[in-house]
Nanobody, 115 residues
Framework: QVQLVESGGGLVQPGGSLRLSCAASGDIAGITAMGWYRQYPGKKRDLVASITSIGSTYTAGAVKGRFRISRDNVRNTVTLQMNSLKPEDTAVYYC?????????WGQGAQVTVSS
């Protein structure tokens, strides 16, 4: 089992920045990728950004140039730095890890962008 604990998130004004962090514990050996998804009310989760164990990254078009994902393999954490936030970035953000083709999820962190 892999446990994921998220931190960060909250309320920010448009144009502001937030950082989400996710700490992995448990059976972390063999995690091949970690990432962040977001979910709007009544919608499915969409991938925002991901990073593999060797550092290859993916960033969704809607956030490219504003969000950056990074990973600390020593601390087993993944961080999503979110800059130039827009109201449409308001969502619940979930940390994800893939191990042995199985998905693991964090509890979710609310991000609200509003003036």
């Amino acid at each position: 089992q892999v446990q994921l604990v998220e931190s960060g998130g909250g309320l920010v004004q448009p144009g502001g920045s937030l950082r989400l962090s996710c700490a992995a514990s448990g059976d972390i050996a063999g995690i091949t990728a970690m990432g962040w998804y977001r979910q709007y009310p009544g919608k499915k989760r969409d991938l925002v950004a991901s990073i593999t164990s060797i550092g290859s990254t993916y960033t969704a078009g809607a956030v490219k140039g504003r969000f950056r994902i990074s990973r600390d393999n020593v601390r087993n954490t993944v961080t999503l730095q979110m800059n130039s936030l827009k109201p449409e970035d308001t969502a619940v953000y979930y940390c994800n890890a893939i191990r042995n083709s199985r998905d693991y999820w964090g509890q979710g962190a609310q991000v609200t962008v509003s003036s």
